[in-house]
């Protein structure tokens, strides 16, 4: 059964950094588009990252671009979110999700992915 679990959340200061992690298992097919999303309370879920499963196609939301870097470890079945500049409104719960691609590309649209974590907190206080 497919697993993914996400970790590194936490309370930071405007302007400080985190770094997510999503591990996963039981993808038994090695074409897994890779993506992070967040859902701040009260709103809708969106985009923010996604890769491909080699790691050589990224999507960015333009909200995140030039402060967040999106990464993959294949040996370590790990997916990575580093976090820069981090601002108040980007507090809110992320999640990695996966879903099955027969090629290099991503997925952006929540609609599109079949598995998802359970998700991590972010807070960031102004």
């Known amino acids: 059964q497919v697993q993914l679990v996400e970790s590194g959340g936490g309370l930071v200061q405007a302007g400080g950094s985190l770094k997510l992690s999503c591990s996963f298992s039981?993808?038994?097919?090695?074409?897994?588009?890779m993506g992070w999303f967040r859902q701040a309370l009260g709103k809708e879920r969106e985009f923010v990252a996604a890769i491909s499963w080699s790691g050589g196609v990224t999507n960015y939301a333009d909200s995140v671009k030039g402060r967040f870097t999106i990464s993959r470890d294949g040996a370590k079945n790990t997916v990575y979110l580093q976090m820069n500049s981090l601002k108040p409104e980007d507090t809110a719960t992320y999640l990695c999700a996966a879903d099955f691609l027969p090629s290099e590309g991503v997925r952006v649209r929540v609609s599109e992915y079949e598995y998802w974590g359970q998700g991590t907190q972010v807070t960031v206080s102004s």
């Open positions: 039981g993808l038994t097919s090695n074409t897994y588009a």
